[in-house]
């Protein structure tokens, strides 16, 4: 997703990564790693994984891997959730299911 983030702003969407960790496992972790150039936000209370119905389906203290194409009426235009860890959907099969 970082190398492909201009595609998306160029769709005029933009990524939101969320973590189920606290900031600061975060800030060592994917940050300094990565660094990626959109936000990423931690969830260490799994709400947001909660409330989008992916914590827990793969493993213990996960979020299965997932995507969500919010609206700018915030509804859920489309979805996936992964099978496993590492079932992602392609970046291009994400900007093809953009509204």
């Known amino acids: 997703m ?3 983030y201009g595609a998306f702003q160029e769709a005029g969407a933009e990524i939101v990564a969320v973590a189920v960790a606290d900031a600061s496992t975060i800030d060592r972790g ?3 790693v990565i660094n990626p ?4 936000l931690a969830d260490p209370d799994h709400k947001v994984a909660e409330a ?3 914590y827990e389906l793969l493993s213990s203290n ?6 969500f194409v919010i609206d700018t ?5 489309w979805s ?3 099978r496993d860890r590492s079932d992602r959907p ?3 099969t994400i900007l093809e299911n953009l509204p």
């Open 37 to 40: 150039p959109y936000p990423l």
């Open 90 to 92: 392609s970046v291009a």
């Open 2 to 4: 970082r190398e492909e």
């Open 52 to 54: 989008f119905g992916v």
């Open 62 to 67: 996960y979020a299965a891997p997932s995507v």
């Open 80 to 82: 996936y959730v992964g």
């Open 73 to 77: 009426d915030r509804s859920i235009v």
């Open 30 to 32: 994917v940050r300094a």
